[in-house]
């Protein structure tokens, strides 16, 4: 339903109507012709452009807020993610760490151990 001023088209016709009695036909005319010069002036004005960014800058506030909700859960879920594939890859890194360490200790402790290995003649 289409509005001015918040008013809705019945409620402008209702104000039309009640004008036109009280005024009178000559009168309503006149006042009418005024009344559309000065709204023509006010909607052109740079106060009312103002005002109609400011309102607009309101009224998209909660879905800017909420885009700017979602973009920051976005980034909290990206960062957990992140630390997931973090501790992951480090305990990955502590594991082979520690199957290198025994297989180098194995491998060492075979060298000693068999006394064909100290000798390259084979002695």
């Given at each position: 339903?289409?509005?001015?001023f918040?008013?809705?088209i019945g ?9 036109f ?10 006042t009418a ?11 052109t ?6 005002a ?36 992951t890859?480090d ?13 180098n ?19």
């Amino acid at each position: 339903m289409m509005q001015i001023f918040n008013v809705g088209i019945g409620e402008l016709l209702f104000i039309l109507a009640l004008a036109f009695i009280v005024l009178g036909p000559k009168k309503a005319v006149v006042t009418a012709r005024k009344i559309g010069v000065w709204l023509r002036n006010l909607v052109t004005s740079p106060l009312w452009r103002e005002a109609m960014n400011a309102s607009n800058e309101v009224y998209d506030l909660p879905r800017h807020i909420l885009d700017d909700a979602e973009l920051q859960s976005l980034v909290n879920e990206l960062d957990l993610s992140a630390q997931e594939i973090e501790n992951t890859l480090d305990q990955a890194h502590l594991e082979t760490q520690a199957e290198l360490s025994s297989i180098n200790d194995a491998f060492n402790s075979g060298f000693h151990a068999n006394p064909e290995f100290d000798d390259p003649s084979g002695r």
